[in-house]
């Protein structure tokens, strides 16, 4: 069997910006819940067989309480946020497992949803689907991959070194150097894509990295500052670690099976029928063969 975990909260927002607004009979706007559920639904009817959705029920997680710049809901569109909760109600009622996340986010479950299904010697391959460089971490040879839906590039142990230029094991050191800005952190001045791999690609994580640039022998500009800056600020960088890893320790599953998907619950005509009906001119979703 192959595994499907899906990153909810990714695709909430990449629908809710490239769909026009819709809202149901409430007001309520709608329309990327329906993108999302829509584009979950069409890989079951592609053959998806076992699958998942992880949200950010909260966007704030405990990141925030070590690093006051991490990302928060604030500047958040409310009509976007607003769509979280309905989210989770409309794929649970179509029978598919989600994991809201509260003290963690929804990559730390993808992640430690990956670790448990490739423990399953029944699985033969675990597809995580989001475009979110944190997740390359947890790739692991052609067994655990990375594929982005959206432009359906698939990433395999070697694929994620060929696009970051280091191995999975080191993309968290990897951000720490370059930072990310979409979750808020800096990274270290000075230190880019390029000289990052090249300094990893050779040391692997942080601490191997050689106090005296002399002894990095990398090709790369700058040894000199950027091993200062790298002293200087060494407790950033193993901050700026500690954000980037993911949590792969969260209880989610014991069977793989638990994914499989069986069909929707009662409750979910009626939701269907209200998403039918808070947009014109689409296919419906309500039709749904278990």
Known sequence: MNVYLVDGTYELFRHYYALPSARDEDGREVAAVRGVLASVLGMIKGGATHIAVATDHVIESFRNGLWPGY?????????????????EDVLLAAGIVVWPMVEFEADDALAAAAVAAAQDVRVERVIICTPDKDLAQCVSGT???QLNRRTRVTLDEDGV????????SSIPDYLSLVGDAADGYPGLPGWGA??????????LHLEAIPVDYREWRVNVTNAFSLADTLSRERDHALLFR???????????????DKLRWKGPTAAFDALAARLDAAVTGKPSVSAVDP
């Open 71 to 87: 990302k928060t809901s604030e500047g958040i569109e409310p009509d976007l946020l607003a769509q979280f909760p309905l989210l």
């Open 143 to 145: 067994r655990i991959v």
């Open 161 to 168: 070194f060929q696009k970051f230029g280091v191995s999975p």
């Open 194 to 203: 390029k000289s990052s791999a090249a300094v990893l690609a050779k040391f």
């Open 242 to 256: 500690r954000l980037a890893t993911l949590r792969t320790d969260i209880p989610l599953f014991d069977d793989a």
